[in-house]
């Protein structure tokens, strides 16, 4: 669906991008993983062809800098920084893009309704939460129905709550056999929706793999916080520190349990070391 060949792009004497390849299927979630500065926006801002660059890049068969009107016809675009218009309505903002795409009001009403928006239809997008603010960008890149979702670190300025909504709009997107692809340095995000993962280092292309490989490849680790039972033994926080501890573990107290610090992919092994050592964990959750 995708295809990037060669790609590269300077700034003065500065490489964002370095003959940067990269192929997408049909329907497939892509992530583009990295730290700021990695190339992940100037990837995406070639395919819009808002950078001119070396290379070649193809959207379904189309170079997208030749053919880039019919293009642009098959993309819809979240970015990063959101810009509208803040004393429109919602509803007005939604129906200036409908112009610009030729979207029907009727598909105004199911995309609002789709993000959870329809009661705010009548606010002023000023007055919106920046979750609010972020689906609706959402619902109107989808204003045309376009076959491929482009997203610029789509939760960046979200809260977890929001983080979270959004990221379940998304998967209901995914499953409409959307074409997607996203940059983020959110492994969370990749976890959930991608297929599979380019890593940017210094706008060159370092690895591919599959989201459940990244944590173990970047080094990724998380903190959990366990808890014991109200009845557990006086001295279970105090063994357990030690136990976890003498294998290797950073664990601290915390209130009325301890957190420990573990490899993404082994958030599990604390726990079952705690439960075979007779000291039973009643309940964790992820910090």
């Given at each position: 669906?995708?295809?990037?060949?060669?790609?590269?792009?300077?700034?003065?004497?500065?490489?964002?991008?370095?003959?940067?390849?990269?192929?997408?299927?049909?329907?497939?979630a892509?992530?583009?993983?990295?730290?700021?500065?990695?190339?992940?926006?100037?990837?995406?801002?070639?395919?819009?062809?808002?950078?001119?660059?070396?290379?070649?890049?193809?959207v379904?068969?189309?170079?997208?800098?030749?053919?880039?009107?019919?293009?642009?016809?098959?993309?819809?675009?979240?970015?990063?920084?959101?810009?509208?218009?803040?004393?429109?309505?919602?509803?007005?903002?939604?129906?200036?893009?409908?112009?610009?795409?030729?979207?029907?009001?009727?598909?105004?009403?199911?995309?609002?309704?789709?993000v959870?928006?329809?009661?705010?239809?009548?606010?002023?997008v000023?007055?919106?939460?920046?979750?609010?603010?972020?689906?609706?960008?959402?619902?109107?890149?989808?204003?045309a129905?376009?076959?491929?979702?482009?997203?610029?670190?789509?939760?960046?300025?979200?809260?977890?709550?929001?983080?979270?909504?959004?990221?379940?709009?998304?998967r209901?997107?995914?499953?409409?056999?959307?074409?997607?692809?996203?940059?983020?340095?959110?492994?969370?995000?990749?976890?959930?929706l991608?297929?599979?993962?380019?890593?940017?280092?210094?706008?060159?292309?370092?690895?591919?793999?599959?989201?459940?490989?990244?944590?173990?490849?970047i080094?990724?680790?998380?903190?959990?916080?366990?808890?014991?039972?109200?009845?557990?033994?006086?001295?279970?926080?105090?063994?357990?520190?030690?136990?976890?501890?003498?294998?290797?573990?950073a664990?601290?107290?915390?209130?009325?349990?301890?957190?420990?610090?573990?490899?993404?992919?082994?958030?599990?092994?604390?726990?079952?070391?705690l439960n075979?050592?007779?000291m039973?964990?009643?309940?964790?959750?992820?910090?």
């Amino acid at each position: 669906m995708i295809t990037f060949t060669q790609v590269t792009k300077r700034f003065g004497n500065f490489t964002a991008l370095a003959a940067f390849d990269l192929t997408v299927a049909p329907q497939q979630a892509v992530a583009l993983w990295g730290p700021n500065g990695a190339g992940k926006t100037t990837a995406i801002k070639c395919l819009l062809d808002l950078l001119r660059y070396q290379g070649t890049i193809t959207v379904d068969g189309l170079d997208a800098h030749r053919r880039g009107k019919a293009v642009r016809r098959l993309l819809g675009y979240v970015p990063q920084e959101l810009a509208f218009y803040p004393r429109l309505s919602t509803v007005e903002t939604a129906k200036f893009y409908a112009r610009l795409k030729d979207a029907s009001d009727a598909r105004i009403l199911e995309l609002l309704e789709l993000v959870d928006l329809t009661d705010h239809r009548q606010k002023a997008v000023g007055a919106l939460s920046g979750g609010m603010k972020q689906r609706l960008a959402l619902a109107l890149a989808l204003l045309a129905d376009p076959p491929i979702l482009i997203l610029d670190e789509p939760t960046s300025n979200l809260d977890a709550a929001a983080r979270d909504h959004f990221l379940s709009l998304l998967r209901q997107v995914k499953d409409e056999n959307k074409t997607i692809i996203f940059t983020s340095h959110r492994l969370e995000e990749v976890e959930q929706l991608a297929d599979k993962v380019v890593v940017l280092k210094a706008g060159r292309r370092e690895h591919e793999c599959a989201p459940e490989e990244l944590a173990d490849l970047i080094g990724a680790t998380r903190q959990i916080k366990l808890r014991f039972a109200p009845d557990a033994p006086d001295d279970v926080m105090t063994r357990a520190l030690a136990l976890l501890h003498a294998q290797g573990y950073a664990a601290h107290p915390n209130g009325t349990g301890l957190i420990v610090t573990v490899a993404a992919g082994a958030k599990a092994a604390p726990i079952g070391l705690l439960n075979g050592a007779d000291m039973p964990v009643a309940d964790f959750e992820l910090e």
